[in-house]
């Protein structure tokens, strides 16, 4: 199996700033892409940013510029840097990662089991 554990939410005021992190392990050949989404009360979950294991980098256009998203491949580890936050950015934030368990297998989604993130105003 594979797990993801995240942490580094908590409860910000309007314009600090929160680091997340996830790290992935198990039963991992590969890691394709790594990502962070999130889901506020009565919303569907959004995707926040994605980061290839070339580095590419790909943000919800409401996160450009305050939020940065980094990885490291030899850890299996993906972090999230939350600067200028608003009460808007109030969520359950997810990891996920797209994994391939051995040379032979597709990739498969997993999840981390999110960690809170409550910006006050």
């Known amino acids: 199996q594979v797990q993801l554990v995240e942490s580094g939410g908590g409860l910000v005021q309007a314009g600090g700033s929160l680091r997340l992190s996830c790290a992935a392990s198990?039963?991992?050949?590969?890691?394709?892409?790594m990502g962070w989404y999130r889901q506020a009360p009565g919303k569907q979950r959004e995707l926040v940013a994605v980061?290839?294991?070339?580095?590419?980098?790909n943000y919800s256009d409401s996160m450009k510029g305050r939020f940065t998203i980094s990885r490291d491949n030899a850890k299996n580890t993906v972090a999230l840097q939350m600067n200028s936050l608003k009460p808007e950015d109030t969520a359950v934030y997810y990891c996920?990662?797209?994994?391939?368990?051995?040379?032979?297998?597709?990739?498969?989604?997993?999840w981390g089991q999110g960690t809170q993130v409550t910006v006050s105003s």
């Open positions: 198990g039963s991992i050949f590969s890691i394709n892409a």
């Open positions: 980061i290839s294991s070339g580095d590419n980098r």
């Open positions: 996920n990662a797209r994994v391939r368990r051995s040379m032979h297998s597709g990739i498969s989604d997993y």
